[in-house]
């Protein structure tokens, strides 16, 4: 049996159950194997938390950080065989003046910044910008480790979550703060 260490906070569950409610995930097919998971409150990444004892596990990360250019969430693991579907969304607030925020996954941005990414270890080569990889099914082929998350910008003092306005071209009209879906499964 796999076990695996994972953040588990009825806090946070709270504030990701509206983004579940939206979200519509894949039912298991039958015929997917059951691989128990234990789990243990890792206090590493307040932000980050995966539900369920067996695979699929579903794992969520809210307001992924932004301060800074990659960020470790050690409260979720991957591990040899395991598929992996990651998804993003939401937006972020790059700091300046004027309409400053931004969308996470395909921001609108005349300077090539912005832009949220994402590494499995032992499936991507590095940080992958979810812009071109949103959705996408990983099979972790090497050892794995923990989910590390990108911002790419060219100052991160005044990045983060507060004074939401609609964003450069209204790209964040509507739109809440970012977020990152995770679902580990056996096939």
């Known amino acids: 049996m796999r076990t695996r260490a994972l953040l588990k906070r009825g806090s946070i569950a709270a504030v990701a159950g509206a983004l579940v409610a939206g979200a519509a995930a894949a039912p298991a097919s039958a015929s997917t194997p059951t691989v128990e998971r234990a789990v243990a409150a890792r206090p590493a990444a307040m932000n980050s938390y995966c539900t369920g004892r067996t695979l699929p596990l579903d794992c969520w990360v809210?307001?992924?950080?932004?301060?800074?250019?990659?960020?470790?969430?050690?409260?979720?693991?991957?591990?040899?065989?395991?598929?992996?579907?990651?998804?993003?969304?939401?937006?972020?607030?790059?700091?300046?003046?004027?309409?400053?925020?931004?969308?996470?996954?395909?921001?609108?941005?005349?300077?090539?910044?912005?832009?949220?990414?994402?590494?499995?270890?032992?499936?991507?080569?590095?940080?992958?910008?979810?812009?071109?990889?949103?959705?996408?099914?990983?099979?972790v082929s090497g050892n794995g480790g923990p989910l590390v998350l990108g911002y790419q910008d060219d100052g991160y003092g005044d990045n983060g979550y507060w004074g939401h306005d609609d964003g450069t071209g209204n790209q964040c009209k509507n739109v809440g703060n970012a977020w990152v879906h995770i679902v580990i499964s056996a096939s």
């Not at 693991?77 to 996470?104: A, E, L, P």
């Not at 996954?105 to 949103?134: E, R």
């Open 62 to 139: 809210t307001e992924p950080v932004v301060t800074q250019a990659s960020t470790t969430y050690s409260s979720i693991q991957f591990q040899h065989g395991d598929y992996v579907t990651i998804t993003g969304g939401g937006c972020v607030q790059t700091g300046g003046s004027g309409k400053t925020w931004k969308r996470y996954v395909d921001p609108l941005a005349d300077n090539g910044l912005y832009h949220g990414s994402f590494h499995i270890p032992g499936a991507t080569s590095g940080l992958t910008w979810f812009q071109y990889a949103n959705g996408s099914k990983w099979y």
